[in-house]
């Protein structure tokens, strides 16, 4: 069984950077695709950011480009999302996804359904 917590969330001003965890239990970390997705209330789950199973290949949503970094470390099984310049638009509960690397080779990584082990979420507020 597989497990994703995610921590780091909280409120900071517009400008201002907050840093994502997702860490990984019960299998293998470095043979899974990753990626993070956010939802704002009465929006639909929206894709922000995926990296590949060696951290060789990042995709971002064009609203987070230059702002956003993916990135993971296989020694901690941990995943991460640096958000820096915070905006009141990126307010939303952040989730992050896995799936095994093999299965897509990183085609459709933007696509929730493709993804199959999900965290519980953590809420970041940036007031407008």
């Known amino acids: 069984q597989v497990q994703l917590v995610e921590s780091g969330g909280g409120s900071v001003q517009a400008g201002g950077s907050l840093r994502l965890s997702c860490a990984v239990f019960?299998?293998?970390?470095?043979?899974?695709?990753m990626a993070w997705f956010r939802q704002a209330p009465g929006k639909e789950r929206e894709f922000v950011a995926a990296?590949?199973?060696?951290?060789?290949?990042?995709y971002y949503a064009d609203s987070v480009k230059g702002r956003f970094t993916i990135s993971r470390d296989h020694t901690k099984n941990t995943e991460y999302l640096e958000m820096n310049n915070l905006k009141p638009g990126d307010t939303a509960v952040y989730v992050c996804?896995?799936?095994?690397?093999?299965?897509?080779?990183?085609?459709?990584?933007?696509?929730?359904?493709?993804?199959?082990?999900w965290g519980q979420g953590t809420q970041v507020t940036v007031p407008s």
């Open positions: 996804a896995g799936r095994a690397s093999q299965a897509y080779s990183m085609q459709h990584y933007d696509d929730p359904s493709t993804y199959t082990y």
């Open positions: 019960g299998r293998t970390f470095s043979s899974y695709d």
């Open positions: 990296i590949n199973w060696n951290g060789g290949m990042t």
